[in-house]
C-alpha cells in the first residue's frame, strides 16, 4: 500500500476584508478623523459599531477541509476562481499559515505558484537555477548534475546569462518548471501557472508531470481550469466550491460535475449572456452574448446530426482591431474538445470595431451525434501571441435525432460523429 505523503485535517483559512461605505464623499480629514476614533474604540475595546465609512468582515477561504493524498498519486485540483485552490496550494507549499486545522508533509516540496516565484530579478538564469535549487534544499552538486536537462528542457540556453528580468512571461515560466520538475521534490504543486506557456510547451509540462509521477514515483498537484489537461494528468481530482472539498473521486467523474455545475442552460434562437462567466484573457475584446440556431424551423432551429449550426456572436471591443482567432468550440460533458471552428484554420481576419460587434459564423455541416454538448468561445491575436478572451464552457445545448428510427426502436448512438455508410452487399 503506498505511503501517505500529504494529510490535512480540518483546514482552515480566514481572512479580514474590508468594505468601504457607499453613497457619500469622504474627505482625507474625514479618513484621519475616522481612523483615529476607529483606533480609539480598538483600544479601549468600545464597540465598533459606529457611522464610520469602513466595515470589516472574516472571510474563509478554506474551511473544514480534509483528505489524504498517497505517494505517486496524479491530483488535479478543481473549482471556480474564489473557490480556495490557490490557497490551499500556498499552505501546502509553506508560504501561508493556516487559521484552523493541521497539515502533514513527508518529503521535499516544489511550487510552480505564479510566475517568477522564487527568481532573483536581478539574477540571471544561471544564478537563478542555482538559487532555486538551494531552496529547495539541493547540494551544488545535485544542481549541477542536472543542470544541462534543466538548460535543455527550459528551451532558454541562449538567455541563459541574461538577468531574469528581461525574460518574457513565457520564458519565466519555461525556466522555473524545468527547475521544479528537474531537481527531484517528492511532491510537485503545479498552479494555472503553465497556461502562459505556449501550447508546445504545455503539452512538453504535462509529459514531464507524467513521466516524474509514473516512472519516478513522485506526487503531482495540479490546479488548471484546462479540463482536458486534468484529464490527461490526473487520476483523481478534489473538486472545492466556496472554499469546501465537496468531491473527492476519478478524474472523469469531478470533471463531470465541475462542467455540469458551470454552464448555462440555453435554447436556440434566445440570447445567452454570458458576461459574467469564468474567463480567461486580456478582456480587451470579450464575448458578451451568444446565439445559436440550426436555421430549421421544422425542429424548433435545435441542431441535428449534419445539419448546419449557425452562430451570433455579440463582441464588445476597447478598441478598433483586427482578430486573426475567432473560434466556436464544442466539448462533450467529460471535457474533450470534439470541434474547433476557428478562423485562424481558414485564414480569415475578424475586424472589429470600438464597441458592440456581432459576428455570425455557420458551420455547414454538424457531425456529432445527438447527445449533450458544451460550446467554448476563444478570441486571440495570433501573431502578438495575445488572448483576448476564452470562455472554455459558456453553455450547452443539444443536438437531436431528426430521422426515422424504424422499427420503433431508438439507435444507440455510440460514439461523438456521425459517418455516412451503406451495405453494398450480403452474401
Known amino acids: 500500500m503506498s505511503e501517505t505523503v500529504i494529510s490535512v485535517e480540518n483546514l482552515g483559512k480566514k481572512y479580514i476584508i474590508g468594505h468601504q461605505m457607499q453613497g457619500q464623499y469622504v474627505t482625507l480629514k474625514d ?15 468600545y464597540s465598533t459599531n459606529s457611522n464610520l465609512d469602513y466595515t470589516q468582515e472574516e472571510f474563509w477561504a478554506l474551511k473544514d477541509v480534509s483528505f489524504e493524498i498517497k505517494q505517486g498519486d496524479r491530483i488535479g485540483i478543481i473549482g471556480r476562481n474564489g473557490a480556495g485552490k490557490s490557497t490551499l496550494l500556498k499552505i501546502l507549499s509553506r508560504i ?33 537555477i542555482y538559487l532555486n535549487g538551494a531552496i529547495l534544499g539541493m547540494s551544488k552538486v545535485e544542481i549541477k548534475s542536472k543542470f544541462d536537462e534543466i538548460v535543455d528542457f527550459a528551451e532558454v540556453e541562449r538567455f541563459l546569462d541574461t538577468p531574469v528580468k528581461r525574460y518574457s512571461s513565457g520564458m519565466y515560466v519555461r525556466l522555473a518548471f524545468a527547475v521544479a520538475a528537474h531537481l527531484e521534490p517528492e511532491i510537485l504543486i ?67 460535475r465541475y462542467i455540469s455545475n458551470n454552464f448555462y442552460q440555453s435554447s436556440p434562437n434566445s440570447w445567452v449572456d454570458v458576461s459574467d462567466l469564468i474567463r480567461t484573457g486580456t478582456g480587451e475584446a ?12 421544422s425542429v424548433g432551429f435545435q441542431p441535428y446530426s449534419n445539419g448546419t449550426l449557425e452562430f451570433l456572436l455579440e463582441i464588445e471591443s476597447d478598441l478598433s482591431r483586427q482578430v486573426g482567432s475567432l473560434a466556436v468550440v464544442i466539448y462533450n460533458k467529460s471535457g474533450n474538445k470534439l470541434v474547433n471552428a476557428d478562423t485562424l484554420s481558414i485564414g480569415q481576419v ?6 458592440h460587434n456581432i459576428v ?20 486571440a491575436d495570433p501573431l502578438g501571441g495575445e488572448v ?27 460514439g461523438c460523429v456521425t459517418c455516412d455508410f451503406e451495405i453494398l452487399s450480403v452474401n
Open 360 to 379: 455570425r459564423l455557420r458551420i455547414k455541416q454538424l457531425h456529432l451525434n445527438p447527445d449533450i454538448y458544451v460550446l467554448g468561445f476563444w478570441l
Open 190 to 256: 503545479v498552479d494555472e501557472v503553465l497556461a502562459v506557456g505556449d501550447i508546445q510547451f504545455q503539452k512538453k509540462c504535462l509529459g514531464k508531470m507524467q513521466d516524474v509521477s509514473k516512472s519516478q514515483g513522485r506526487t503531482v498537484l495540479f490546479v488548471s481550469h484546462n479540463m482536458e489537461a486534468i484529464q490527461r494528468l490526473c487520476s483523481q481530482c478534489l473538486m472545492f466550491e466556496r472554499g469546501q472539498l465537496v468531491a473527492q473521486t476519478d478524474a472523469a467523474s469531478a470533471i463531470q
Open 286 to 297: 470579450r464575448f458578451v452574448k451568444i446565439q445559436y440556431s440550426s436555421l430549421n424551423e
Open 96 to 128: 501561508t499559515e493556516p487559521t484552523t486545522g493541521e497539515v502533514s508533509i513527508q518529503g521535499r516540496v516544489a511550487s510552480l505558484l505564479e510566475v517568477g516565484t522564487g527568481f532573483h530579478p536581478e539574477l540571471t538564469g544561471r544564478e537563478n
Open 31 to 45: 479618513k484621519l478623523t475616522n481612523g483615529a476614533k476607529f483606533l480609539g474604540r480598538k483600544l479601549f475595546r
Open 388 to 414: 483576448f478572451d476564452f470562455i472554455e464552457y459558456g453553455c450547452e445545448f443539444e443536438v437531436v435525432n431528426i430521422d426515422a428510427e424504424g422499427f420503433g426502436m431508438r439507435p444507440p448512438f455510440d
Open 350 to 355: 475578424i475586424s472589429l470595431q470600438k464597441g
